[in-house]
């Protein structure tokens, strides 16, 4: 898999996952503990997230591409969440890498992808608490009606704005430099 990725995309899509561990720091526990449930601020998380990797990933089409952005973002969490973030990293990185490169990386696999990938990362999520039987399980699948179906609309809306980011910066010698 990493044979074929030269060394500037090798540190490009490091950067892309560092960037997605900044923003998940940021503000996903910043709305963690203003309102105490847990996993509330990926409704918000969502949206930059996805925009970023979209960026990531059409600056370089191939396959293990968002699985090495998530990855590396999953190594970075790993001292605050531990291995369940490197399990969902791959699992989710694998499903979608899989769906961009069957859909030939047209806009209509980022979206499939964006919502399968919502749909896995939520019930993975649930199993996860379910199976601690942490105290924050219940809270959490009181919750799913009200951010399942913006959390999916959030992603589409995040697929259209990363192509858009995309489309305005791809001509620019440096993504084409990362590109190729």
């Given at each position: 898999m990493l044979k074929s990725f030269s060394t500037k995309q090798l540190i490009f899509l490091t950067l892309i996952g560092t960037l997605a561990f900044l923003i998940d720091i940021i503000i996903t526990y910043s709305f963690?503990?203003?309102t105490g449930i847990t996993g509330i601020g990926y409704i918000v998380t969502t949206f930059f997230f996805v925009v970023i990797l979209v960026v990531g990933s059409l600056s370089v089409k191939k396959f293990g591409a968002f699985t090495i952005m998530a990855l590396v973002y999953a190594f970075l969490m790993f001292p605050i969440q531990g291995p369940r973030k490197l399990i969902v990293a791959l699992i989710i990185g694998i499903i979608v890498d899989t769906i961009l490169y069957f859909s030939n990386y047209k806009k209509l696999g980022y979206y499939l992808a964006g919502f399968v990938s919502t749909l896995v990362t939520i019930g993975l999520f649930a199993?996860?608490?379910?199976?601690?039987k942490l105290p924050e399980f219940d809270k959490f699948i009181s919750a799913l009606p009200l951010?399942?179906?913006?959390?999916?609309i959030e992603m589409a809306i995040a697929v259209w704005a990363g192509f858009f980011i995309y489309n305005k910066i791809k001509n620019k010698k440096i993504v084409k430099q990362i590109s190729n």
């Open positions: 963690y503990f203003a199993l996860y608490l379910f199976l601690l951010f399942v179906l913006p959390a999916l």
